[in-house]
């Protein structure tokens, strides 16, 4: 059941157009920008004073950029099958 849900993902992920992939690499891209800014406050509030505001915002951004990149991969499939079933 589970090796089958994964071939269907595997499946999914190679039949996508290429202007969807580029897109999904671009957001990929953007998560990652902030997933560095996130480990950059994190970081500081370790090593200098440790203040709640950059403890927060760091843990802010962190959820923010995985939120993002879950949205990118579900849009990005969500556009490539309505694309798919309009043409």
Known sequence: MVIHMF?????????????TIKIMKL???FC???????????????TFKPTPFFFLLGITLLKLS????IEFIICGIIVDIIKKKLI
Do not use: A, E, M, V
């Open 32 to 46: 990652f920008l902030i997933l560095i800014f996130s480990l950059l406050f994190l970081i500081s509030y370790l």
């Open 27 to 29: 957001g990929f891209t």
């Open 66 to 69: 995985i939120i993002f990149s």
């Open 7 to 19: 071939n269907n993902f595997k499946k999914l992920f190679k039949n996508l157009d290429t202007k």
